[in-house]
């Protein structure tokens, strides 16, 4: 298998300096290591090996942009090892919240921006968590309201900062979280990693079967009432490593070729 970094805008055969760590140790156990200049020719370098899976590695692509990825990885003769379906699946908040149900935010998602406030009033929460179907808005006031009217200036914000609301908006209800507590792992072919090796809580394992991706990772934390959430789910190719190193993200992937 081969790994693809995004590459440099400047140096195409070097990978953007956000992932040059990575690449670089991913190059020294051995593995094939590629660019693709994005924002450039679209070319791969070295070019991919005809049959091979190829695993990207690098910043979030929104549906299109992963699906012109993904055809740009078949006309070179190769294979995504998330096809876009999987990458959907885990990078999505309506595609992996339902069927988490029970152990995260009750969640409910509007494809249309314009119903979101209507939707909000009908709900009549205390709070609410307001994010698009990816991320939600870090600065600023951030992503929690109280009042259905607040959902118009907050969308306004996330799309000034942003450059686009993805998807839809999906509003959470809002959970109190223990501070300290949050910890991200990732899941390889349903096998929970803990940094480190550490230990993976029952939650995290119990997680693993149930997202169609062969690689995503998880947040989860001590919600104030004692019980563990999960806070998030993310494509493993394009979630940050939080709490991690590279050589432990690494770990994740001994033994697969």
Known sequence: MRVVFPADYFAVREPDAAFAEQAALFAGLGW?????????????????????AVLYRGWMLNVDAYRAFGDAVVGAGARLWTPLDAYLSAHHLPR??????????????????????????????????VKDFVKSLKTG?????????????????????????????????????????????????????????????????????RV???????????????AWRVVEVGDGQVSDLVGWTVPQFAAVWEGVT
Do not use: H, K, N
């Open 96 to 129: 992996w919240a339902p069927l988490l149900a029970d152990v995260t935010a009750e969640t409910v998602c509007f494809p249309d921006p314009g119903e979101v406030r209507a939707g909000l009033e009908r709900l009549g929460w205390e709070r609410y968590f």
């Open 212 to 226: 169609p991706s062969r690689f995503f990772s998880v947040d989860v934390a001590l919600r104030s009432d004692g």
């Open 32 to 52: 094939p290591v590629s660019t693709f200049a994005f924002g450039g020719d679209r070319r791969f370098r070295p070019a991919l090996e005809a049959g091979e």
């Open 141 to 209: 006031a951030g992503s929690v309201i109280t009042r259905p009217e607040q959902a118009e200036e907050l969308m306004a914000r996330m799309t000034q900062f942003r450059g686009e609301i993805e998807g839809g908006v999906c509003v959470r209800r809002f959970e109190a979280f223990v501070d300290g507590t949050e910890s991200r792992f990732f899941v390889r072919d349903g096998q929970a990693f803990a940094a480190g090796g550490g230990p993976v809580p029952e939650l995290v394992r119990a997680v693993a079967g």
